[in-house]
T-cell receptor
Framework: DTEVTQTPKHLVMGMTNKKSLKCEQH?????MYWYKQKAKKPPELMFV???????INESVPSRFSPECPNSSLLNLHLHALQPEDSALYLC?????????????FGPGTRLLVL | KQEVTQIPAALSVPEGENLVLNCSFT??????LQWFRQDPGKGLTSLLL?????REQTSGRLNASLDKSSGRSTLYIAASQPGDSATYLC???????????FGRGTSLIVHP
């Protein structure tokens, strides 16, 4: 199984809503990542989890709250988002947070904030 | 800070052509460089990973070369097919961060 799954595929939310994005992998990977990608732009790193601990937070606003409940799951909790947060949110995993490790990406969640 | 430039930004070719996609990066102290493919509105698929000690990697019709000292990588696509239509992203991983820095990509259309 070399797949990273993400749910939901699409999400529309208002600025006062609370929602969560979910990412799952069963490859035994110990590093997981959240990226944000705006249209026609490259992915931008948001968070890195290594062995279920937050290792990197790229100065992401607190309205995005990551959670890694176990080694297979990564959540991104969303609250009080702004329209400019509309984007494709990509999850990835790798064997470890280390050099020369291929990252495997999920299909993404397309988020629209109204 | 690592900066990655991909040329051309867009490419439209007839089926069967051999293609060259270019990537340049400013910080040559990289651990590896990956080439990804992204279909519209979808996630990324890793195509090739070249370690810093390697000069090239091949997978089927794809060949990627790396000249670390000059900060350049090239992706060759042989005998292009309509199914190759996608955006191709170059991502060097800078030493110490273990995080790839993505270029803006080359948007490729191969028409029958």
């Amino acid at each position: 199984d070399t797949e990273v799954t993400q749910t939901p595929k699409h999400l529309v939310m208002g600025m006062t809503n609370k929602k969560s994005l979910k990412c799952e992998q069963h490859m035994g990977h110990r590093a997981m990542y959240w990226y944000k990608q705006k249209a026609k732009k490259p992915p931008e790193l948001m968070f890195v989890y290594s062995y279920e601990k937050l290792s990197i937070n790229e100065s992401v606003p607190s309205r995005f709250s990551p959670e890694c409940p176990n080694s297979s799951l990564l959540n991104l909790h969303l609250h009080a988002l702004q329209p400019e947060d509309s984007a494709l949110y990509l999850c990835a995993s790798s064997q470890a947070w280390a050099a020369q490790e291929t990252q495997y990406f999920g299909p993404g969640t397309r988020l629209l904030v109204l | 800070k690592q900066e990655v430039t991909q040329i051309p930004a867009a490419l439209s070719v007839p089926e069967g052509e051999n293609l060259v996609l270019n990537c340049s990066f400013t910080d040559s102290a990289i651990y590896n460089l990956q080439w990804f493919r992204q279909d519209p509105g979808k996630g990324l698929t890793s195509l090739l990973l070249i370690q810093s000690s390697q000069r090239e990697q091949t997978s089927g019709r794809l060949n990627a070369s790396l000249d670390k000292s000059s900060g350049r990588s090239t992706l060759y696509i042989a005998a292009s097919q309509p199914g190759d239509s996608a955006t191709y992203l170059c991502a060097p991983e800078t030493g110490g961060s273990y995080i790839p820095t993505f270029g803006r990509g080359t948007s490729l259309i191969v028409h029958p």
